[in-house]
């Protein structure tokens, strides 16, 4: 069992920055793949980034690529999404989630690969 708890979320302008942090229960948390999602009322759940167990692969769609950066302590048991050139359409609830990947298995971007996830973090963009 893995629990999740993201923090970092809030309210800032177009063009500012935000960090946001997961923190993952378990002694286990270098095992998992982590992944950042985010959803809009009345949207689909959207992948956002994705690291590897270890750290060393990273995976983002086209829309947040160059922005975004998804990195992890594994020794804090924290994964973080640093969130950089925020835009109005970034506005959204933000999860932190979870799944065991094993050695050389691929980073995935669907939202059912994912087992474990936390409560969520609201960011709003401001125009």
């Known amino acids: 069992q893995v629990q999740l708890v993201e923090s970092g979320g809030g309210l800032v302008p177009a063009g500012g920055s935000l960090r946001l942090s997961c923190a993952a229960s378990?002694?286990?948390?270098?095992?998992?793949?982590m992944a950042w999602f985010r959803q809009t009322p009345g949207k689909e759940r959207e992948f956002v980034a994705a690291?590897?167990?270890?750290?060393?692969?990273?995976y983002y769609p086209d829309s947040v690529k160059g922005r975004f950066t998804i990195s992890r302590d594994n020794a804090k048991n924290t994964v973080y999404l640093q969130m950089n050139s925020l835009r109005p359409e970034d506005t959204a609830l933000y999860y932190c989630?979870?799944?065991?990947?094993?050695?050389?298995?691929?980073?995935?971007?669907?939202?059912?690969?994912?087992?474990?996830w936390g409560p969520g973090t609201q960011v709003t963009v401001s125009l």
């Open positions: 378990g002694r286990i948390f270098s095992t998992y793949a």
């Open positions: 690291i590897s167990r270890s750290g060393d692969s990273t």
């Open positions: 989630t979870a799944r065991y990947q094993s050695f050389g298995s691929p980073l995935s971007n669907l939202r059912n690969d994912y087992i474990y």
